[in-house]
C-alpha cells in the first residue's frame, strides 16, 4: 500500500469528518480537498528531497519532531487543534511560494475558497510528516531512503492519477528560483 493511500485509509476513520466539523466544510469537499492535498504534499517532499542536503534536512526533522505518535488518534489530534500553527509552519517549507497557486488549484477542484484549503492543508501537514517519521523509525531509514522513498510514492501517484499529479508537478515546479528547502530543517 502506498503512503498516499495509507494516510487516506487513516483519515476516513473519522479524520475527514472531524476536519469538516471544526470547519464547518462539507465533508464530500473536504475529502476532495484531502484527496489532492497528500498528493501534493507528497510531490512537495520528493522534490525537497531530491538532493542530499534536503535529505538531511528531513531526516533530522523528523527524527527530533515528527516520531508518528500524532498518528496513534488521529481524530483526537486534528480534534485539538495542535496542528494548525505546526501545519502552516511545515506547508511553507513543503510547498514554498507555490503554496497559494496549490490552495487556488484544490479549491477550485472542490469548490472551496483558498482560505479553506489552507486551514486543511494546514491540520493534514503535522500527520504526513508524523507518518514519514514513523515510515522512518520503522524501516530505518536515513535521508538517502526518506528521499528515494518519497521519490518513488510520487512516480506512484504520477501512475495511478497522471492528470492530478502532472498539474501538481507543473505547479511546483513553477518558479526553480524558490530554495524551498533552504530553512527546512527549522520547521519541519
Known amino acids: ?103 487556488q488549484a484544490l479549491g477550485g477542484a472542490s469548490g472551496l475558497d483558498a482560505g479553506s484549503v489552507q486551514q486543511i492543508l494546514a491540520m493534514l501537514a503535522p500527520l504526513v510528516m508524523g507518518y514519514l517519521g514513523k515510515t522512518s523509525r520503522s524501516k530505518g531509514l536515513d535521508g538517502a531512503g526518506l528521499g528515494a522513498m518519497l521519490g518513488a510514492e510520487r512516480q506512484q501517484a504520477s501512475r495511478t492519477a497522471p492528470d492530478a499529479m502532472g498539474m501538481l508537478g507543473k505547479l511546483l515546479d513553477a518558479d526553480e528560483s524558490a530554495e524551498v528547502t533552504e530553512r527546512l530543517d527549522d520547521v519541519y
Open 1 to 103: 500500500m502506498s503512503m498516499i493511500d495509507d494516510l487516506m485509509g487513516q483519515l476516513q476513520g473519522g479524520g475527514i469528518s472531524e476536519i469538516s466539523r471544526q470547519l464547518g466544510i462539507d465533508e464530500s469537499k473536504v475529502s476532495q480537498v484531502v484527496a489532492g492535498a497528500i498528493p501534493a504534499m507528497v510531490t512537495g517532499l520528493a522534490k525537497n528531497s531530491a538532493t542530499s542536503s534536503g535529505q538531511n534536512a528531513l531526516a533530522s526533522a523528523l527524527d527530533r519532531d515528527h516520531n508518528g505518535s500524532v498518528l496513534d488518534d488521529v481524530v483526537g489530534f486534528l480534534g485539538s487543534g495542535a496542528g494548525g500553527g505546526i501545519g502552516a509552519g511545515i506547508l511553507g517549507h513543503v510547498l514554498g511560494n507555490r503554496q497559494g497557486s496549490v490552495n
